[in-house]
């Protein structure tokens, strides 16, 4: 099993940061906080993790995906690494993105 992250990062700054973000309610709200948080290259950057991690979940090639998200293959193995080897974090927003989708009568967005 690999060491969690978590105690790593565990303190009360990312406490509270997490506290922040779990009361954001809408979209609108996810983007006025990000804006100001992050600098748009940390956004974008987050944004496509998501991305690549979606990709590859959807069983895309490196090759796909790096053309689809402009995404290096290190950042591509990066987030390989976390899906397999990680704490699943990746996977549990996804699979409640799904949940959600379906119970609303949504199809979920892919790349």
Known sequence: MVPSMNKKIKSDSVDHLFEAVLCLKTKEECYDFFEDLCTVNELLSLSQRYEVASMLRNHRTYQEIAEKTGAS??????????LNYGNDGYDLVMERLHKDCEKNGKTEKRI
């Open 73 to 82: 293959t290190a950042t591509i193995s990066r987030v390989n690494r976390s």
